[in-house]
């Protein structure tokens, strides 16, 4: 449909010209003319596409480079709680490849440290006036590296509406060095450098 309506208005432009150049001794320059019939026809050709899914699929691209871009694990969970996305951050944290985890479900993650969890972690333990707040709802977690090692994880849970229902992500963050640095300051508080003895601050200590 769209080619004929191209034909049919080049065609008209350039008998107008033809008629107009017979009758009076000018030139006229219609090359303007079929610059805006291109840009016409490409409204048009837009108009009955669907922009929602081309704009949907734009911003889809955007989201993949810069989630694929950031050092920290991002992960993105459907309704049913299957992984639908896992970046090259959750990979470097856990140790799985993105095939390897894709279509599994969320709580795959954690591996055995879920038997230390009473109780066990689910999503659905979260209110979704937590998950749409700025900021999300940040839980410290558990989780399990391939390798089997058990190791602490920030974890930032958000929720937004989709196209098939709840989606969900998470922003993953391994705080294991975090926690031996708060523990070596505990015990530094608590206890004698040197002779590994409490101190004064230690509520072992003698009074």
């Avoid at 490849?97 to 479900?105: F, I, L, Q, R, S």
């Avoid at 066990?120 to 089997?148: C, D, N, T």
């Avoid at 040197?194 to 009074?207: D, I």
């Amino acid at each position: 449909m769209l080619p004929r309506r191209s034909n049919a208005a080049a065609l008209a432009v350039e008998a107008g010209a033809t008629w107009v150049q017979g009758a009076w001794p000018i030139v006229v320059d219609t090359s303007f003319v079929h610059v805006a019939i291109a840009a016409y026809l490409i409204a048009v050709a837009l108009d009955e596409i669907d922009l929602r899914g081309l704009v949907s699929l734009i911003a889809e691209k955007r989201f993949t480079r810069v989630a694929m871009s950031i050092g920290d694990g991002l992960i993105c969970v459907n309704e049913a709680g299957r992984i639908t996305f896992w970046n090259p951050g959750a990979e470097a944290i856990f140790g799985h490849a993105p095939d390897e985890m894709v279509g599994k479900p969320f709580e795959t993650i954690f591996g055995a440290a879920i038997e230390r969890m009473r109780p066990a972690f689910a999503l659905s333990q979260l209110r979704p006036g937590e998950l749409q707040a700025p900021g999300g709802k940040v839980l410290e977690l558990e989780g399990a590296r391939k390798s089997g090692e058990i190791f602490p994880f920030e974890a930032c849970f958000s929720a937004w509406q989709g196209a098939d229902g709840p989606q969900y992500g998470v922003l993953l963050r391994d705080i294991s060095e975090r926690k031996r640095e708060e523990e070596r300051i505990r015990y530094l508080a608590g206890y004698d450098l040197l002779t590994g003895l409490p101190n004064r601050n230690s509520s072992g200590a003698c009074r």
